[in-house]
């Protein structure tokens, strides 16, 4: 397809879904995603593609109003990268358990998926997702709705492999380490070219539920997200489940770590005192996938309003929508089963008045623990955990 013949195809298309009629606008195409069955037959894959946030490094978003199910398919999930995609394969890679330990262990890749296999569904949000709601304009990729997906995991227990090797007395935290490297040229800035590394309390990383997966909804992980092997940590926030792992490390002290402490760090306040603490578990949040900013819905007739909610370890109680910018809530209806750690879809079917109107809508998610998400989003979390309640506006007509 021609430059000419494919802004004509985008434009037609975006008439189209503001009127309601088709889900979202296409946009980049991503190498080597699409679904081998589709581009086996040589065709156009089922999904035309993501929103570019980054060519270089490749970070790509997921446009939420295509949400229709509760899995995530591979080739639809956002890809979020710090440094170029490592080179890596299967046969060479090995990955090195050490430090406070025992005894060493230097793991291969077939040694890996020999051990007993656990499924784990996790939805996996960047702490980042939403920023690009913040005013004024804040530094960092400008995530919408998209930075986040819900897949099933297949993996090794992390705590089986930390066993293997022999935690000893006093190891307080676990640093996961990624083989992908770089210089951070922007403030912050990095001391040199420096790796992707995470650590997890102890006790977070011997939960049954934290994997080191070889797969995504049952294929094996592609390079670009994490392949051979990523760790997947449910209910954190996406920067700790480190892609492209190599090497694990147990210590006996914090650890403060560029990735740990300057970045992917908020204000806590202890007595009015702020420190950088590290971004951790996810925020309730409620998002509104249809209708889509500016959408233009029929006046008079029964309009499906659908999104998705989740949280870090809580369970997601109950989703309520706004249509008149939160000066009434209604509730949604959640849909299908509580599953730990996955988002839960929702739906609203919304009577829409007769005649033209413009609409501002709103949901907002309450979980177990009785969190709400906030109007405002709190200054002290910088551009972290963004769950504040967002407009979407739309017509009617």
């Known amino acids: 397809m021609d430059k000419a013949q494919n802004n004509g195809t985008n434009n037609n298309g975006r008439r189209a879904f ?10 980049a195409i991503i190498p080597g995603i699409a679904s081998a069955s589709n581009a086996d037959k040589g065709s156009e894959p089922s999904f035309p593609g993501l929103i570019i946030r980054e060519k270089e490094p490749v970070n790509f978003e997921f446009p939420f109003p295509m949400l229709s199910e509760a899995i995530t398919p591979n080739n639809q999930f956002f890809i979020r990268t710090h440094f170029p995609i490592p ?15 025992n005894k060493e262990i230097t793991l291969t890749y077939d040694e890996l998926r020999a051990l007993p296999a656990k499924k784990v569904m996790a939805t996996l949000e960047c702490a980042g997702n939403g920023r690009a709601n913040l005013a004024p304009k804040v530094k960092g990729l400008l995530w919408e709705q998209g930075a986040v997906g819900n897949a099933e995991w297949t993996g090794v227990p992390l705590a089986v492999l930390l066993e293997k090797a022999g935690i000893k007395e006093g ?6 380490e990624g083989a992908d490297k770089g210089e951070v040229s922007e403030e912050p800035k990095s001391p040199g070219a420096i790796h992707f590394a995470r650590s ?14 070889y797969q995504m909804n049952g294929k094996d992980l592609s390079p670009e997200h ?4 990523r760790a997947i940590i449910p209910g954190w926030y996406g920067m700790a489940s480190v892609k492209w792992l190599t090497k694990i490390t147990a210590v006996d002290k914090p650890f403060d770590g560029y990735w740990q402490t300057l970045e ?11 420190t950088l ?7 309730v949040k409620a998002e509104i996938a249809r209708p889509a900013l500016s959408e233009v819905v029929p006046a008079g007739k029964t309009y499906r309003v659908h999104g998705a909610a989740w949280c870090g370890e809580n369970e997601v109680a109950k989703v309520e929508v706004s249509l008149d910018e939160g000066v009434t809530w209604q509730p949604a209806k959640l849909l299908g089963k509580h599953v730990k750690f996955a988002w839960r879809l929702w739906e609203y ?14 949901s907002r998610a309450t979980d177990s623990q009785g969190n709400t998400q906030p109007m405002e989003h709190d200054k002290d979390r910088r551009t972290y955990m963004v769950n504040k309640i967002v407009t979407v506006k739309i017509e009617a007509r």
């Open 18 to 27: 503001l009127k309601g009629t088709v889900p979202v606008m296409a946009t």
């Open 87 to 101: 080179k890596l394969q299967a046969k060479e890679w090995k990955m090195t358990i050490g430090g406070h330990v």
């Open 171 to 176: 190891a307080v935290e676990i640093i996961l």
């Open 200 to 213: 997890l309390p102890l006790t977070k990383a011997m939960q049954a539920e934290v994997i080191l997966a």
């Open 226 to 229: 994490g392949y051979p092997v």
């Open 264 to 274: 992917y760090a908020y204000w806590k306040r202890t007595d009015d005192q702020p």
């Open 277 to 283: 603490t590290a971004v951790t578990e996810v925020q």
């Open 349 to 362: 079917n919304w009577q829409v008045p007769a005649g033209e109107n413009q609409y501002k809508l709103m």
